[in-house]
């Protein structure tokens, strides 16, 4: 009796280990998908009270306050979309949402950010979050042009392209690389050069693992290098292979090796001699 009555419980312990570890198998398969899911089901119990404007490829969710802007919001989107998409040869299944924040604190609200967090654009799990325009552009400047050349958009949609490509396998450095380099391409815009004095370069590693924490502005011009050195050693065809490689499941490393026929250490070692 006794062996029976520790068997039934060591059966049910091992169908319930058997669950959690099939759960824990399918989120790690489709994690992407599953906070996706969640972010969007979130986003839009917060933004309830919000308007809603459909295009061909964007929900646009926004305040009264910013009914003005929407039409060029949402042309500069479209425009955004057919431009970055034909550049990296992709286009997303589904339309996205773009939340347009009134100011700077509900945009870093809905992050959970401090207050004074400062940002005209962010991209996260499948929702691009604008700043009003209102809020950082002049209002003697011609202002749609300004959102258009100056604004987020096609920054935060390289962002997308690359998240949907890669299923979330991706380094922080390499995304901001490309956004930079697609938005430098295709409006001519760039960050201003940076202004500390410091000579040493980041690390793939450092830029990897405490991206937030390095200064930014050298964090970022750093990461265009790298994208930039990558296309003009290798062509920019090796950039579209490796998010290919990265979205099949591959390493950073292998990816490397598999479209441009070097590892993530040379890569470094041939950056630095021309980034020093």
């Known amino acids: ?5 520790s068997a039934v419980p060591y059966k049910s312990g091992s169908i319930l280990l058997l669950i959690i570890l099939l759960l824990l198998v399918l989120i790690s398969r489709n994690s992407q998908t599953l906070v996706r899911a969640w972010v969007a089901q979130e986003t839009s119990w917060k933004t309830a009270h919000y308007m809603q404007k459909d295009s061909e490829h964007f929900q646009i969710r926004y305040s009264a306050v910013d009914g003005g802007y929407i039409k060029v919001i949402e042309d500069t989107a479209e425009d955004a979309y057919t431009r970055v998409s034909n550049l990296f040869g992709y286009e997303p299944s589904e339309k996205t949402t773009i939340i347009v924040y009134p100011d700077s604190v509900s945009l870093a609200k809905s992050f959970g950010w401090e207050k004074d967090e400062k940002a005209m654009g962010v991209y996260w799990a499948g929702t691009i979050r604008l700043l009003s325009p209102q809020q950082w552009i002049s209002p003697i400047n011609d202002w749609p042009a300004v959102f258009a050349q100056e604004g987020p958009m096609y920054h935060e949609f390289a962002h997308l392209l690359v998240d949907d490509i890669t299923g979330g396998n991706y380094s922080r450095w390499f995304t901001e690389g490309i956004a930079q380099y697609v938005e430098k391409k295709i409006t001519g815009f760039e960050f201003p050069e940076p202004v500390s004095q410091q000579s040493s370069v980041y690390t793939f590693k450092q830029l990897e693992k405490s991206f937030d924490e390095l200064d930014q502005q050298l964090a970022y011009r750093q990461s ?35 479209s441009i026929d070097i590892d993530y250490s040379m890569l470094e070692q041939e950056l630095y001699t021309v980034v020093i």
């Open 224 to 258: 265009l290098q790298a994208v930039e050195f990558i296309i003009d050693k290798y062509g920019e065809e090796s950039l579209w292979n490796i998010l290919k490689y990265l979205g099949q499941g591959n390493s950073m490393d292998e990816a490397l090796i598999k």
């Open 1 to 5: 009796m006794s062996a029976f009555k």
